[in-house]
């Protein structure tokens, strides 16, 4: 083993998950706007796009919000 090696990349990996989520009739794959939304989770919601998707390509931690999902709140 030389520098040589590890300046191109020896011993790096890259790790990929695969999620997924479904939309019932009252919800809406969105950013959320936070001025109307209650009970969000707590995380980092910078790297959604306005289709609440994480940007293609996007490097994520673990508390980054990577699917942004709003629903209307029903009244009884």
């Not at 969105?30 to 995380?43: A, I, M, S, V, Y």
């Amino acid at each position: 083993m030389n520098q040589s090696s590890i300046d191109r990349g020896l011993f790096r990996s890259a790790f990929f998950r695969t999620y997924s989520d479904t939309q019932d009739k009252d919800e809406v794959f969105e950013r959320p706007d936070f001025k109307r939304t209650q009970n969000r989770r707590l995380g980092t919601y910078d790297k959604l796009d306005l289709d609440g998707i994480v940007t293609p390509g996007s490097i994520v931690n673990g508390d980054d919000i990577i699917i942004g999902k709003t629903a209307a709140v029903r009244h009884a």
